[in-house]
């Protein structure tokens, strides 16, 4: 079975576009998307009509779970007052354009995606979140010393999530009952805001098949793709509205 994961596209619909485009051509057997679909640019509809119409299993991001509930900002998310401020007119645009069908469809989105898989010789839960599985914002970087332990305390096998727009597969081993196990944990990066210095869109395939094994750690494939998109339409897009320009300069440059 061959899965696409993706996540954080924040409104950006050449990106979403192109991701399309791409995914089409990769013969995959299910999708999910991980979250954040708006905030940063100015198609938060166009780009949830677009998840709609494909009918798409989604989870909430934690752009999604604040705009649906029109919240103010949470200080405690930004570093600066410079990153407060930017950060204030993108909630406050998202608020305004928003339809109000497609914020009762964000209220809607559950928080986690839970999918159980029984192999010849293994079952093992796969977790879908968008931060993490205790905090829909925590980021979860590769250097994360918990890893294995939040992934324990969550029963999650396999761990997907967004958040970071930092592209990373993680294998790690737990050993019980003297048995030798591997976990994965894989951010899909982002589709629309990518900020690993890296400005093409990103998005994992997870292949699972039938001999799948925790006992084998390289019987898992996670593959990343990038893809390239009209980086200018976006960015342009930002600049002439009344969101940051620093925005657009993400999109080029990706960070």
Same mark, same amino acid.
């Given at each position: 079975?061959?899965?696409?994961?993706?996540?954080?596209?924040?409104?950006?619909? +050449?990106?979403?576009?192109?991701?399309?485009?791409?995914?089409?051509?990769?013969?995959?057997?299910? #999708?999910?998307?991980?979250?954040?679909?708006? /905030?940063?640019?100015?198609?938060?509809?166009?780009? #949830?009509?677009?998840?709609?119409?494909?009918? #798409? +299993?989604?989870?909430? !991001?934690?752009?999604?779970? %604040?705009?649906?509930?029109?919240?103010?900002?949470?200080?405690?998310?930004?570093?600066?007052?410079?990153?407060? &401020?930017?950060?204030?007119?993108?909630?406050?645009?998202? %608020?305004?354009?928003?339809?109000?069908?497609?914020?009762?469809? *964000?209220?809607? *989105?559950?928080?986690?995606?839970?999918?159980?898989?029984?192999?010849?010789?293994?079952?093992?839960?796969?977790?879908?979140?968008?931060?993490?599985?205790?905090?829909? $914002?925590?980021?979860?970087?590769?250097?994360?010393?918990?890893?294995?332990?939040?992934?324990?305390?969550?029963?999650?096998? #396999?761990?997907?999530? !967004?958040?970071?727009?930092?592209?990373?597969?993680?294998?790690?081993?737990?050993? @019980?009952?003297?048995?030798?196990?591997?976990?994965?944990?894989?951010?899909?990066?982002?589709?629309? @805001? +990518?900020?690993? &210095?890296?400005?093409? /869109?990103?998005?994992?395939?997870? $292949?699972? &098949?039938?001999?799948?094994?925790?006992?084998?750690?390289?019987?898992?494939?996670?593959?990343?793709?990038?893809? %390239?998109?009209?980086?200018?339409?976006?960015?342009?897009?930002?600049?002439?509205?009344?969101?940051?320009? $620093?925005?657009?300069?993400?999109?080029?440059? /990706?960070?």
């Amino acid at each position: 079975m061959k899965i696409a994961l993706f996540s954080d596209v924040h409104a950006n619909l +050449p990106a979403l576009n192109a991701f399309f485009e791409s995914v089409d051509k990769q013969n995959i057997d299910a #999708i999910y998307c991980l979250g954040d679909l708006v /905030g940063y640019n100015i198609w938060p509809n166009e780009v #949830i009509q677009a998840i709609k119409e494909r009918r #798409i +299993p989604t989870i909430a !991001g934690n752009h999604d779970f %604040n705009i649906a509930r029109m919240s103010t900002d949470n200080v405690a998310a930004y570093k600066t007052d410079k990153n407060l &401020n930017k950060g204030s007119i993108s909630k406050a645009f998202t %608020n305004e354009v928003l339809s109000l069908e497609n914020r009762k469809y *964000l209220h809607t *989105l559950p928080m986690h995606i839970n999918l159980e898989f029984q192999l010849k010789e293994s079952k093992f839960n796969l977790l879908l979140v968008h931060g993490s599985p205790n905090k829909i $914002d925590e980021y979860l970087f590769e250097e994360n010393e918990n890893m294995l332990s939040i992934m324990e305390n969550a029963n999650a096998d #396999i761990l997907c999530f !967004g958040h970071t727009h930092k592209p990373y597969h993680k294998v790690l081993s737990t050993k @019980k009952s003297g048995e030798l196990k591997y976990k994965h944990a894989i951010n899909t990066g982002s589709v629309g @805001k +990518p900020k690993d &210095n890296n400005n093409k /869109g990103c998005y994992v395939i997870l $292949d699972i &098949n039938e001999n799948a094994s925790l006992l084998n750690k390289q019987s898992i494939k996670v593959e990343f793709i990038r893809f %390239n998109y009209n980086i200018e339409k976006a960015a342009k897009a930002v600049e002439e509205s009344i969101l940051s320009n $620093d925005f657009a300069e993400n999109l080029r440059y /990706g960070y």
